[in-house]
């Protein structure tokens, strides 16, 4: 990963997503693309940033819809990594052409799938936002 790439990630973490990590933690930052449906206009990227935070990220290009069916599957997983690798937080990630007009939904599927605890938030962001190449 080039410097640049890691400082568009390091800002997206910061001042997208508002994550407080410290400079250290900000300073590893993994990601791995995958694939995860037929279609080839839904992608997750999953982000290990510094061993301390875990950031899930589903990028739909088209229905918005699909984002949030997948929700509940992406914070189940996501909790359970989280948990038995050790990290201090979860960040799920819904990217879409449309974020606001998923934000009703996607928050209710989120609050009805997701525990009660400040370790795991929930970000809509346009795709456009995404600072991956």
Do not use: K, W
């Amino acid at each position: 990963m080039t410097s640049n790439q890691t400082s568009r990630l390091q800002t997206f973490v910061r001042s997208t997503l508002g994550c407080g990590c410290p400079e250290e933690v900000l300073r590893s930052i993994h990601l791995t693309h995958v694939e995860v449906s037929i279609e080839s206009d839904t992608l997750f990227t999953r982000l290990d940033v510094g061993g301390q935070l875990l950031v899930y990220v589903l990028e739909v290009v088209g229905d918005p819809q699909r984002a949030a069916a997948a929700l509940p599957a992406f914070i189940a997983s996501g909790m359970v990594e989280r948990d038995s690798q050790g990290f201090n937080r979860l960040r799920v990630v819904l990217a879409t052409d449309d974020p606001e007009g998923l934000q009703p939904t996607a928050e209710h599927i989120f609050n009805d799938s997701a525990p009660r605890d400040d370790r795991i938030h929930l970000h809509l962001v346009g795709i456009s936002e995404l600072p991956f190449d």
